[in-house]
């Protein structure tokens, strides 16, 4: 899956979906202190927006090709404990193998803040249609299950903010290179969200503090 990302970093550091959003800007706006450590970072939009507000920031990726200060897992992030101010993830725990795992890795690098943003679970048919454009994908979560596992993480919700995500449906499946026969039955499982060739997207914006 590394190489896969790899060889799609261009995409999202190219992407309008990612470049951009009401994400973003809270992450800068609730960001506290000096330091901050990007995980997952992808195309690098949440660590530039934190250094444009001010913060030292360190990345890291499981991908090379996505051009991170450090190559490492969520799940196994290679620093002490409380080792930075905020620890910021957007986009990327619907990939994971262990979301539960590395919230609490965040969380123990953390000296105050994780700041999560992810899209949340539409249901079974959603489920699938991510699938079938993306076999990286593995699950994405409910507002109820988020709360659960930062509660597990030591972690209390600070602040949540549903967003409305409206983003451009073929530059989404293009992204994943989604076969066409599977691109076709993504469009049917998510017939009710499509509209004017734009997908809408329930995203959750989390600002946890530690315990």
Not at 49 to 75: F, H, I, Q
Not at 149 to 169: P, Q, S, T, W, Y
Not at 176 to 182: H, L, V
Request: aromatic content about 8%.
């Amino acid at each position: 899956m590394t190489d896969l990302w790899s060889e799609r970093a261009e995409a999202y550091r190219e992407s309008d979906a990612h470049r951009q959003g009401r994400d973003l800007d809270l992450f800068a706006e609730w960001a506290e202190g000096e330091t901050a450590l990007d995980v997952a970072t992808g195309g690098g939009h949440v660590a530039r927006r934190l250094r444009e507000a001010g913060l030292n920031v360190v990345t890291t990726d499981a991908a090379p090709g996505m051009k991170p200060d450090v190559v490492s897992r969520a799940e196994e992030i290679p620093f002490a404990d409380e080792s930075f101010d905020v620890v910021a993830c957007r986009i990327a725990v619907h990939h994971f193998q262990d979301p539960a795992g590395s919230l609490q890795e965040m969380a123990r690098v953390s000296r105050s803040l994780v700041l999560i943003a992810d899209n949340l679970f539409m249901g079974e048919p959603g489920e699938e249609a991510d699938r079938l454009r993306d076999p990286t994908h593995v699950r994405n979560y409910s507002e109820e299950e988020w709360r659960r596992m930062f509660d597990e993480a030591g972690l209390e919700v600070e602040a949540f903010e549903r967003e409305d995500k409206r983003i451009d449906f073929q530059a989404w499946l293009d992204r994943a290179e989604t076969p066409p026969e599977d691109a076709d039955r993504v469009r049917e499982l998510l017939a009710d969200r499509i509209e004017d060739g734009k997908l809408r997207l329930d995203r959750g914006i989390f600002k946890a503090r530690k315990l």
